[in-house]
């Protein structure tokens, strides 16, 4: 019978060497092994960074097969996975597989770095786009881009084609913001970014659903979800259509609070106060006994913004947008449906306006667009002379002026 062989102080030799071969052979294992449906990612060449986030980084690549196709690449996060792939970011994968529109972004594919030495054994791993020239936020920013109002007309009916699509799949975007908001040079709009997308259900009898409402910036982000609620539904994506076509005017957010409790109040002093005249069921949420919520205010939506939009059928849309109870907002299709995208001027192909811009204008690598700047060029540019008495309302700078 063969007996383990043992070094000079009497100890097992194998009981050492075998753990570091097993080691070594996993280490080869993940080294060599072929993945037949990730290809990797250095068939592509990063030409720029075109975005930063919580979500990680976006590139700009060149296939280099092929000098002329380019791509996006968005970095997926693995710093915070001990073991294995973001359920995140596996949600996301899946949603934008099930997602096929003209208004939604398409993902190629997934590929990944080999996993070496060097990296210890751990890919990176990245989603991979077709590119887009601009994002909605970065063409804002650049005053010397102008939407003519059949313009404006046309990324809103694209807007609102690839909300109604995802809604109707079942699919919430939960992050609708103007840099998710991508736009190709051909002038083609696509919905981006669904690393907070969800599915959701249609609530039966009394099980009501328990979605997280930490989502959606804050600036864009409904009054249901700051006031706790967690069944929600379409409405939160509508609530950012409106705040995202009043942009399209005013060329900055229109409500930027720093905290959940300023951003409240500037809600109601736009869109009027929290009240069960107008909101039904606005008591029964969790944090409406919790936060301090005036009750004075007077719905203002149309009042403030015809200074900006000067179209009687925008502003009507846009107040049918900005609904504080979230089963008065419009929905997609019954929006497509309004005279505003029925009347002349008619929606606008974008491709001759963005042809006299070569240069890609993504938010990431523009000025900040939360400066007074913006505002003041734009309001000299419309001569809106009425504004400067209205700059203070209670110690609060309105945005939207």
């Known amino acids: 019978m063969a007996s383990s062989s043992r070094d000079s102080h009497g100890t097992q030799s194998g009981s050492i060497t075998q753990p570091m071969q097993s080691l070594t052979a996993k280490q080869k294992y993940i080294?060599?092994?072929?993945?037949?449906?990730?290809?990797?990612?250095?068939?592509y060449e990063k030409v720029s960074k075109i975005g930063q986030g919580t979500f990680g980084?976006?590139?700009?690549?060149?296939?280099?097969?092929?000098?002329?196709?380019?791509?996006?690449?968005?970095?997926?996060?693995?710093?915070?996975?001990?073991?294995?792939?973001?359920?995140?970011?596996?949600?996301?994968?899946?949603?934008?597989?099930?997602?096929?529109?003209?208004?939604?972004?398409?993902?190629?594919?997934?590929?990944?770095?080999?996993?070496?030495?060097?990296n210890?054994?751990?890919?990176?791993?990245?989603?991979?786009?077709?590119?887009?020239?601009?994002?909605l936020a970065g063409l804002l920013s650049n005053m010397n881009v102008k939407f003519s109002l059949g313009e404006i007309k046309k990324v809103m009916q694209q807007l609102l084609n690839g909300l109604y699509?995802?809604?109707?799949?079942?699919?919430?975007?939960r992050d609708m913001k103007a840099a998710n908001v991508l736009i190709t040079k051909n002038g083609?709009?696509?919905?981006?970014?669904?690393?907070?997308?969800?599915?959701?259900?249609?609530?039966?009898?009394?099980?009501?659903?328990?979605?997280?409402?930490?989502?959606?910036?804050?600036?864009?982000?409904p009054p249901e979800l700051l006031l706790g609620d967690r069944n929600y539904g379409p409405a939160?994506?509508?609530?950012?259509?409106?705040?995202?076509?009043?942009e399209m005017w005013t060329r900055s957010p229109i409500m930027q609070g720093n905290s959940e409790q300023q951003q409240l109040i500037f809600i109601s002093q736009l869109c009027g106060?929290?009240?069960?005249?107008?909101?039904?069921?606005?008591?029964?949420?969790?944090?409406?006994?919790?936060?301090?919520?005036?009750?004075n205010y007077t719905r203002k939506v149309k009042e403030r913004l015809r200074h900006y939009v000067k179209d009687t059928q925008g502003c009507d849309l846009l107040d049918k947008l900005l609904q504080l109870d979230p089963k008065s907002r419009i929905d997609a299709d019954t929006a497509l449906n309004h005279d505003f995208f029925w009347s002349d001027?008619?929606?606008?192909?974008?491709?001759?306006?963005?042809?006299?811009?070569?240069?890609?204008?993504?938010?990431?690598?523009?000025?900040?667009?939360?400066?007074?700047?913006?505002?003041?060029?734009?309001?000299?540019?419309?001569?809106?002379?009425?504004?400067?008495?209205?700059?203070?309302?209670?110690?609060?700078?309105?945005?939207v002026y």
């Open 31 to 43: 080294e060599d092994y072929d993945f037949p449906y990730c290809d990797e990612s250095g068939k």
């Open 57 to 118: 980084e976006v590139f700009k690549a060149r296939e280099k097969k092929s000098n002329n196709k380019f791509v996006a690449m968005k970095k997926v996060l693995m710093d915070n996975e001990k073991e294995g792939f973001p359920i995140t970011a596996l949600r996301e994968i899946r949603i934008l597989q099930l997602l096929k529109h003209e208004n939604v972004v398409n993902l190629i594919e997934i590929c990944r770095t080999k996993a070496t030495q060097n």
């Open 120 to 135: 210890r054994y751990r890919s990176t791993f990245y989603l991979v786009f077709d590119f887009c020239d601009h994002d």
């Open 165 to 173: 699509y995802i809604h109707s799949n079942k699919i919430l975007h």
């Open 188 to 221: 083609v709009l696509k919905l981006a970014d669904f690393g907070l997308a969800r599915a959701f259900s249609i609530t039966k009898g009394k099980q009501a659903n328990r979605y997280t409402n930490r989502v959606v910036t804050l600036w864009y982000r």
């Open 236 to 246: 939160v994506d509508m609530w950012g259509a409106g705040c995202i076509m009043a």
């Open 273 to 295: 106060s929290f009240t069960t005249e107008v909101w039904p069921d606005v008591e029964n949420l969790d944090l409406y006994s919790k936060m301090e919520l005036p009750m």
């Open 345 to 399: 001027p008619m929606p606008t192909d974008l491709s001759k306006m963005l042809s006299q811009h070569t240069t890609s204008m993504f938010e990431y690598l523009a000025p900040s667009r939360r400066s007074g700047q913006m505002m003041r060029q734009h309001q000299q540019q419309i001569a809106v002379n009425q504004v400067q008495t209205k700059q203070q309302e209670n110690s609060y700078q309105d945005r």
